[in-house]
């Protein structure tokens, strides 16, 4: 414990450049931007992957033609796909020890934190550097429990190809949306974790992604199966420096949640703002399992962002904790979507959003209750504070219940920063800019307490840093 | 006199997670008797009554319950309620979606006499006044915003209006003034006006079991009836507390 | 033939899949029948007259499609203005019947001038075997401290389309509140807008359904707070018994400079049949910082403490479904006056409590 919480005082002097150093592109393949079948040849080529994948590509190319923007949500005509390299390569190959990835690419991850957090407090770690994973590793002690946790290219030539084929973009079709399809035409890197039925991995495995190339976008694939009674919290995080052109997020994570298993799976998100963030991520959940949602968006200059679970099995359960902080130049779209499909199924959904210096955030759900959900029962609060009056907040659920014995409930509220507190805490010597955060850091509270304490603590000074210099 | 009303034997409940709750009781309650059922908090005495009338939330693991020498064990609440049975609930739930007037019909409609529309309004007025509850709550959804005094006196209400053979009432006057006290106390003398009915009292409020007229009591601690008596032992619990039964339990569980 | 409409709109979009960003319907491009609204009243200081008053008066309305159609169907024109400081008590009631295969399209032009007050209700009825089209728009200015009571009750047959469509404007310290009661016809549109643009007005719409046989019912509720201090109260009760369908939109939206307003948005909706369907997207859009608004919805059935409780006064599932239906009916008929809430109890006995249906 002593070793996080000196970690954690080390943490709380971050500032944004953290985040926002850039490195200098050196010997990096690049394929030439936009998307043709010829890239999309070219990606499939350099990966050696078997056929079925390439067949997979090309079909979810012709999909990606086929489907319209959505006609819904934030404008995104400021991103050309014409612009956007889909692929770029490091100059090196996966590594298992930090000493063996390239300087630069280690200093990023150094800077971030990642290799002092993996000795502390993770019992496996991967990072991803534009396109590829640059290095993987997972502890000894949970590898010989038969945990897999390693690229997911890797894994696909490997003893478990089988079962990512049969996994692969089941869960989130290509048909899905227009960027799903886009996704299953140029993904590339990401993780696949297998954990044995009745396996315990104790401590989280965390997975890195980084983009370092302006103008880029990036793919990952993160593949989760976790088996019958078995249980893992798997962390993600993203970071980019800021760039004058757009780059592009569209990753896919697909979780597998067997019987009885129990899957948590965080994220806090800090893309730069100049990021189109339109990630799919999405869960299956079996009779009696468990999916947990942790979710901290903060980057990007445009979310598209709605985990979706799909309890399918008896009893299955699903909780969803989000926040969302859009400030100057953002427009984050979040949320989640519930389906119960499976009686006795029970979902609560609980989220925050904050809008500050003319950011937008727009909290979007859907929650369906099929025929079979009998006896289900679901809860969705969403909460959201203006701290000034250039800013937006909008709130945008839906239900749809189509069976009638079940307990669907919905409780929604925004508003701003209520002044008697601030009076109180002002009373109290408190600055205007002190009392203020401290009180948005309450009203973020439930979700920062579900953090890992070293992340709870990243988002705290997130928030801080946020609200410096929001008075005046 | 010696018709038996209600009867338990050898009732052992448990909840539905399987949590056992009552072990084994016999109590026999005789037309025209009023008995009372005391203990400490958790003893079990509001899960006695609300299983009498087959609440879900409990299941009988063993024995069987007796109405009017009729087996209905194997009968569901709104059965049971039809033969004659009453449960006057501690903390009487809201129903939004219906009025206080359509559900004192429907359940009037379902008691051993039931009411036509003059009768029904005449009665139902009578007891307003008793009970001092203005017209106007008939209009309001069942029991939505009510007061728990209120509530207490809608079930009283409901009491009088079904007329049942047997009434269960679990801390009737609970959370009541004075006033309201004897309001609910002229309608319990009320009921006990005959010599067909029966009555159940679950309370530990000896003022009002001090003006009833109370045949027998049973004490109630951890799920087991450790004594029964005559009204004496109300006197005795109003000057020890339970500690001697509470012994006495603890000596049994050994 | 017939004009194609997206109807009852929904201000922000969302995901197409869902089918709840509007509702498509088709409404008759035939020519409208004969029907002359009886019109009860008993005050002499309203002045009614047949023609369109207030086309120069800019409504943020919901759908321009739908208003296109009706400005040119329409067949009954009605401008009802209530002069300065008057205040009528009793109700203004307009009685539409229509003929089982009528079709009618109408429009109200409701005015209220500085301070007045007014109770105005719009009935339409038909026989309970109906495959009549009915189609209205009914428009309001509240000039500052006026207040209005505006009642629709819709009591079509089982075959019928109905589109009952308010948008309202209103100026400082104005006052609507609209009850809709959407209760007849096979498809029952429903939709009310109000748009808070004086200092202090305030919206409160109620809305109360029982949906029954296969019935589709489609609401849509915008309030638009502009004002500073500004009051919305958007209320859904409802129940969806046999095979019948719901989509319920609300939106509360504070535009940036409404400073001081609070909306409140409630839905309840019991279901009381395995094929009812129930779909609700409640809104809030916030350009302003210094307003509170508040949404709170609870969809679904009776939970088991409840059920008991009814159960052990020997009302079983079926008799408490009943109970439900009574309950609604006579809840609705005490907002009435006897001669609308006479034909509620007629509505009743023949389509809601026919046993035979």
């Avoid at chain 1, 969403?382 to 409780?411: A, F, W």
Wanted: glycine content about 6%; proline content about 3%; some cysteine.
């Amino acid at each position: 414990m002593s070793d996080i919480s000196t970690k954690n005082s080390s943490i709380t002097d971050v500032n944004r450049s953290l985040y926002d150093f850039t490195k200098e592109e050196k010997d990096v393949e690049k394929l030439a931007s936009g998307l043709t079948e010829e890239i999309v040849r070219q990606i499939s080529a350099k990966k050696n992957e078997p056929a079925w994948m390439l067949d997979h590509r090309l079909k979810s190319l012709q999909i990606y033609n086929e489907l319209k923007v959505p006609n819904w949500g934030p404008d995104i005509s400021g991103l050309d796909i014409n612009n956007i390299v889909t692929y770029v390569r490091p100059n090196t190959k996966m590594a298992a020890k930090w000493d063996d990835v390239p300087e630069d690419i280690k200093d990023t991850f150094e800077r971030l934190g990642i290799p002092d957090a993996e000795r502390t407090s993770l019992a496996g770690v991967g990072a991803q550097y534009d396109s590829e994973l640059v290095y993987h590793n997972i502890q000894e002690s949970v590898a010989e429990k038969g945990v897999i946790y390693s690229g997911i290219e890797e894994a696909l030539s490997g003893p478990y190809a089988e079962m990512i084929e049969k996994h692969f973009m089941k869960l989130v079709p290509s048909t899905d949306h227009k960027f799903a399809a886009l996704h299953g035409a140029v993904w590339s890197g990401g993780s696949f974790v297998y954990v044995p039925p009745y396996t315990d991995v104790e401590i989280p495995l965390q997975s890195y992604f980084r983009l370092n190339s302006p103008g880029a976008g990036q793919f990952e694939h993160t593949l989760i199966i976790v088996d019958k009674g078995a249980r893992l919290h798997f962390i993600e995080g993203c970071s980019a420096p800021k760039y004058n052109v757009a780059n592009l997020h569209a990753g896919c994570v697909e979780l597998f949640v067997g019987e009885e298993a129990h899957l948590r799976y965080s994220t806090i998100e800090n893309w730069s703002k100049n990021m189109y963030n339109l990630n799919t991520k999405r869960a299956k959940v079996e009779k009696n399992g468990v999916m947990e949602w942790v979710s901290g968006s903060f980057g990007s200059h445009i979310s598209y962002l709605y985990p979706m679970t799909i309890l399918n099995g008896e009893y299955a359960k699903s909780e969803f904790t989000g926040i969302t902080f859009a400030g100057e130049g953002q427009n984050l779209d979040t949320g989640t979507k519930i389906l119960h499909n499976a009686p006795h199924t029970s979902s609560v959904i609980s989220t925050k959003s904050l809008s500050k210096s003319g950011g937008i955030s727009t909290f979007r759900s859907a929650v369906t209750v099929t025929e079979k959900a009998h006896k289900s029962k679901t809860s969705v609060s969403c909460q959201s504070l203006m701290l000034d009056d250039k800013s937006r907040s909008d709130t945008i659920p839906l239900m749809d219940v189509r069976c009638n014995d079940v307990n669907v409930g919905h409780e929604a509220s925004i508003g701003r920063i209520d002044d008697d507190a601030v009076f109180y805490l002002m009373s109290r010597g408190l600055s205007e800019e002190e009392a203020k955060t401290l009180i948005v850091n309450g009203f973020a509270n439930p979700i920062s307490k579900e953090l890992p304490l070293e992340y709870a603590v990243e988002m705290n000074n997130l928030i801080r840093l946020e609200m410096e210099g929001s008075i005046g | 006199m010696s018709d038996n009303l209600l009867e338990v034997k050898n009732y052992s409940v448990a909840s539905t997670d399987n949590v056992p709750i009552l072990h084994s009781l016999n109590l026999t309650i005789k037309k025209g008797e009023t008995h009372v059922l005391m203990g400490p908090n958790g003893a079990g005495k509001s899960t006695f009554g609300s299983s009498l009338l087959s609440n879900p939330a409990y299941k009988l693991t063993d024995g069987s319950i007796f109405f009017e020498k009729e087996n209905i064990t194997e009968l569901s609440t709104d059965k049971r309620a039809k033969k004659g049975i009453f449960l006057s609930f501690q903390a009487p739930v809201e129903i939004p979606g219906i009025s206080l007037y359509s559900f004192l019909r429907a359940a009037v409609k379902n008691a051993e006499t039931p009411l036509t529309g003059k009768l029904f309004r005449k009665k139902l007025n009578e007891i307003l006044k008793v009970l001092d509850l203005k017209q106007e709550y008939l209009e309001r959804d069942l029991n939505v915003g009510f007061s728990g005094g209120e509530r207490k006196k809608v079930e009283m209400l409901q009491l009088l209006m079904l007329s049942p053979k047997m009434a269960v009432l679990d801390e009737t006057d609970s959370g009541l003034d004075v006033d309201a006290v004897n309001i609910m106390l002229k309608g319990i003398n009320e009921f006990q006006q005959t010599d067909e009915k029966g009555m159940l009292i679950i309370s530990h409020n000896m003022h009002i079991l001090n003006r009833l007229k109370i045949d027998k009591v049973h004490i109630l601690v951890k799920g087991r009836i450790v004594a029964d008596g005559g009204s004496e032992l109300i006197q005795e619990i109003n000057e020890n507390g339970f500690i001697r039964f509470e012994n006495q339990a603890g000596d049994g569980n050994v | 033939m017939y004009t194609a409409l997206n109807a009852n709109k929904l201000p922000v979009l969302t995901w197409n899949r869902f089918n709840v960003n509007s509702k498509e319907l088709h409404l008759s491009n035939e020519p409208d029948s004969a029907v002359t609204p009886k019109i009860i009243t008993d005050n002499d200081a309203i002045k009614i007259n047949d023609n369109r008053t207030l086309d120069d008066i800019v409504f943020s309305g919901s759908d321009k499609k739908t208003e296109a159609y009706i400005l040119k169907n329409a067949s009954v024109t009605k401008s009802i203005i209530v002069p300065q400081n008057s205040t009528l008590a009793a109700p203004l009631i307009f009685d539409l019947t229509l003929q089982p295969t009528d079709k009618l399209t109408g429009i109200f032009d409701i005015s209220l001038e500085e301070n007045s007050s007014a109770n105005i209700m719009i009935s339409v009825s038909s026989l309970a075997q109906s495959t009549a089209q009915y189609a209205d728009l009914i428009r309001v200015h509240a000039a500052n401290g006026a207040s209005l009571k505006l009642t629709c009750l819709q009591l079509l047959g089982s075959s019928a389309v109905s589109f009952n469509n308010i948008v309202s404007r209103l100026e400082n310290d104005a006052k609507i509140s609209i009850l809709q009661i959407p209760l007849g016809a096979g498809t029952a549109l429903a939709s009310a807008t109000a748009d808070l643009r004086g200092y202090h007005s305030s919206a409160s719409i109620r809305s109360d359904y029982i949906g029954h046989l296969e019935q589709d019912i489609d609401l849509n509720y915008v309030v638009r707070h502009y004002g500073k201090k500004t009051l919305s109260d958007i209320k859904m009760t409802g129940l969806l018994s046999d095979a019948s369908r719901k989509t319920a939109r609300g939106t509360i939206d504070f535009h940036r400079g409404c400073k001081g307003s609070s909306g409140n948005e409630s839905e309840n909706v019991l279901l009381l049949s395995e094929k009812a369907r129930n779909k609700s997207v409640p809104l809030i859009l916030c350009d302003e910082d210094d307003v509170a608004g508040t949404h709170g919805a609870a969809i679904g059935t009776l939970d088991e403490d409840r059920f008991f409780y009814l159960k052990s006064r020997g009302i079983d599932e079926k008799a408490a479904r009943q109970l439900f239906l009574d309950s609604a009916v006579s809840r609705l008929k005490n907002l009435l006056p006897e001669i609308l809430a006479a034909k509620i109890d007629n509505y009743s006995k023949e389509v809601l409590f026919n046993e035979s249906v």
